[in-house]
C-alpha cells in the first residue's frame, strides 16, 4: 500500500529524518521501570494541564538551548515531506496508513516542534514534539498510533527507490505522567543503521514526544515533561 510519509510517520520527526539516512548510535540502557498508565507524580516534577493549550502556548513550553546545555544548535524546520512511502510486511502501519489518508493519523489541532543536533563527540540530533487536545482523545490516538507501529518486529518501508529495513520493539519508561510510551526503532538502509528512540508522555491535555538518539532521549525527556507541565 502506498501511502504519504508526513502521515504515516507524523508521530516522529526523526523517524523520518532516520529513514532518510543520517547519524548512527548504539542503543542506550533504558528505565527499568514498566510502562503502564499511572496516576501523576506528588513529587512536583510535573502539573497537570487541564485545558488544551493553544499551538503560541506550546511553542513557549519547548526546550531551548539553554534547557539542554553546551553543544547543542537548534535546526532549521525542515519543509514538508510529500514522498509517497510503501510499506511492506506490516498490516496494522497499513491501515493506519489508509486512516490517515483520510485525516487521521498524529494530527491534533495544538503542536509545536523543535529539534536539535548535538555535536559533542559525534553529530546526533534529538527532537522534542508537544500536542495538545481532549485527554480522551490523546490517549486514544497516541496509544493507537504506538501499538500500530510496535505491532510488526520487522518490515520494510520503499520510500522512492530506496528500500529501508526497519525493526521496533517497544521498551520500558519511567513514570512521569498520566501515561508513557516508548520504542526504539532501527533502520538499515544502504549499509547503513540508525537506531532512534521514541518516548511520549501525557499529562492531562498535553503530550510530549521526544526522539532521536536514545543517550539523548533518556537524558532530556524529564526535563521537557516538567518545562512543558509547567504552570504559567
Known sequence: MRLRTTTVL???ALTVLAMTGCSTANADSVDPTSSTTVSVRPDGESARVFAPLSSAALAKRLLDRSDLGE?????????????????????????????AAVGGSF???H????????????NSEVAEELY??????????????FEAMTACPTYQVLT??????????????ARRGDEQWSQLLTFIAGGRSSIVKQTAVRTGTVVVVVSGVPGLVDAHVRKAVAKATSAG
Open 10 to 12: 507524523s508521530l516522529s
Open 71 to 99: 553543544g547543542y544548535t537548534r535546526t532549521p524546520q525542515r519543509p514538508a515531506q510529500h514522498d509517497d512511502v510503501t510499506v511492506i510486511g506490516c498490516p496494522a502501519l497499513e491501515k493506519l496508513g489508509s486512516e
Open 107 to 109: 494530527d491534533f489541532p
Open 111 to 122: 503542536k509545536a516542534k523543535a529539534s536539535f543536533t548535538y555535536a559533542g563527540g559525534s
Open 132 to 145: 495538545s487536545d481532549a485527554e480522551d482523545k490523546l490517549s486514544r490516538e497516541v496509544g493507537r498510533i
Open 160 to 173: 522512492g527507490s530506496t528500500p529501508v529495513t526497519v525493526t521496533t520493539r517497544k521498551v520500558p519508561v
